[in-house]
């Protein structure tokens, strides 16, 4: 079956850009979670989305930080004016339902330059 | 706030030898606690998980791990490793699997 998918694989961006990234979760899951992995250290949670809204985003580092999932399924971390900083592995997770085990993605590795 | 402390940032250990992952945790409340494994380029793939019930928890890939509530530990262990094993590992904790806080990991080398 499949599992979570993200895309891109690797995005390199300019300073001060606009990124967006994408987690397809898997089918029929309803919660789903960004966690950002910096170099050297473990995933830091950034936000939780329970069917279509943000049931937490107390991780988000910023207000340039945003994500959506209008649908209940596919999500989206936009990143506005991105900064070095930023560059990371973006993880996506689904789990069933809120409380269950959650199964990630492969990441989005962005570089800004 | 909960947090996970893995002491050990790198270890390495024959094939064949025993393997003990430490971590351990700060949690006000009994703690949802998991092992994850990161191969390079791969996601992160479940080991185990505790929730409740009986301490020494059997994972996936021979794996093990004990919650000890006195020492607020959950290490992982493994009999005999493997050389596919080598990989990060990733000790983590949370709320209802929600909002899950993860250790900095450690990572495994496995010398033949």
């Known amino acids: 079956g499949a599992g979570v998918s993200q895309t891109p694989s690797n995005k390199v961006t300019e300073k001060g850009k606009y990124v967006e990234l994408r987690c397809d979760p898997i089918s029929g899951h309803t919660a789903l979670y960004w966690y950002r992995q910096s170099l050297g250290q473990g995933p830091e949670f950034l936000i939780y989305f329970q069917g279509t809204g943000a049931a937490d985003d107390s991780g988000l580092p910023n207000d340039r930080f945003f994500a959506v999932r209008p649908e209940g399924s596919v999500s989206t971390l936009k990143i506005q004016r991105t900064e070095r900083g930023d560059s990371a592995v973006y993880l996506c997770?689904?789990?069933?339902?809120?409380?269950?085990?959650?199964?990630f993605g492969p990441g989005t590795r962005l570089l800004v330059l | 706030a909960q947090s996970v402390t893995q002491p050990d940032i790198h270890i390495t250990v024959s094939e064949g030898a025993s393997l003990e992952l430490r971590c351990n945790y700060s949690y006000g409340a009994t703690p949802y606690l998991f092992w994850y494994v990161q191969s390079p380029g791969q996601g992160l793939q479940l080991l185990l998980k505790y929730f409740s019930g009986d301490t020494l928890v059997q994972g996936i890939k021979g794996f093990e791990a004990e919650f000890k509530r006195s020492q607020s530990s959950f290490n992982l262990r493994k009999p005999s490793v493997h050389w596919s094993d080598a990989a990060e590992y990733f000790c983590a904790v949370g709320v209802r699997n929600n909002d899950m806080r993860f250790g900095a990991g450690t990572r495994l080398t496995v010398k033949p």
């Open positions: 997770a689904s789990s069933l339902m809120r409380g269950e085990t959650q199964y």
